[in-house]
Every structure is written in C-alpha cells, then in structure tokens.
C-alpha cells in the first residue's frame, strides 16, 4: 500500500525559507514520478514541482522558478521541497504526489498522480 506523509510547513515570514519533507513507503522510489502541489483557500490545485526518480527531469511551476528546489534522498525514500524567498501568496496547503509511468508531458497534472499524501500548511506572513 502506497503512503505519503508530508511534513515541514508552518508559519514563516515573507523572504523566509521551509524545507518540506515527503516520506514515502509501499513505493519503487527510484522508478515513481514525485510531485509537489499546493492549494490555496478559493483555489484551484497548482502544480508546484516535479522529479522523474527513473529519468531524473525535474519542472517547476512559473512563480517558483528560482526560488524552489525539489530533491531526493533514496536512503530515507523522502522528497524534499526546499522553499527560499517565500512570499504571502505562497500561503497554501502543500501535497505530495506521486505515481509510476508519469509520462514527462503530464508531470504537471494532478490528475497524473494516483497517490496523495494528507497534506502540510504553509502560511508566509507580510
């Protein structure tokens, strides 16, 4: 059975940094497709990042170019989601996703990925 377990949000100051930490188990860790997305209140679900573990690619979504980083560690099977010069539109629950033979022009949708995790908050401060 596939499990993903989020952890790492809080509540950070703009310009601040978060790590987030995705621990996964019940999975092939080096052959699944790992993304990160967000949701904010009144929103639509928004892709935020994603790593190929089988090919390597990694994407970012638009407003996080530059300021995020998706990494793995495949000794703890965990993805991690490093977040630097966070801003207030940041602010969103954060969800780990992930499933097998994600081809690479679907990485960016949600509905690619079969297996969530329960979700961690993150709120940037003004």
């Known amino acids: 059975q596939v499990q993903l377990v989020e952890s790492g949000g809080g509540l950070v100051q703009a310009g601040g940094s978060l790590r987030l930490s995705c621990a996964a188990s019940g999975v092939s860790f080096t052959r699944y497709t790992m993304a990160w997305f967000r949701q904010a209140p009144g929103k639509e679900r928004e892709f935020v990042a994603v790593?190929?573990?089988?090919?390597?690619?990694?994407f970012y979504g638009d407003s996080m170019k530059g300021r995020f980083i998706i990494s793995k560690d495949n000794a703890k099977n965990t993805v991690i989601l490093e977040m630097n010069n966070l801003k207030p539109e940041d602010t969103a629950v954060y969800y780990c996703a992930s499933d097998a033979g994600v081809i690479v022009s679907q990485m960016r949708s949600q509905k690619a990925y079969k297996h969530w995790g329960q979700g961690t908050q993150v709120t940037v401060s003004s």
């Open positions: 790593r190929s573990q089988r090919t390597g690619s990694i």
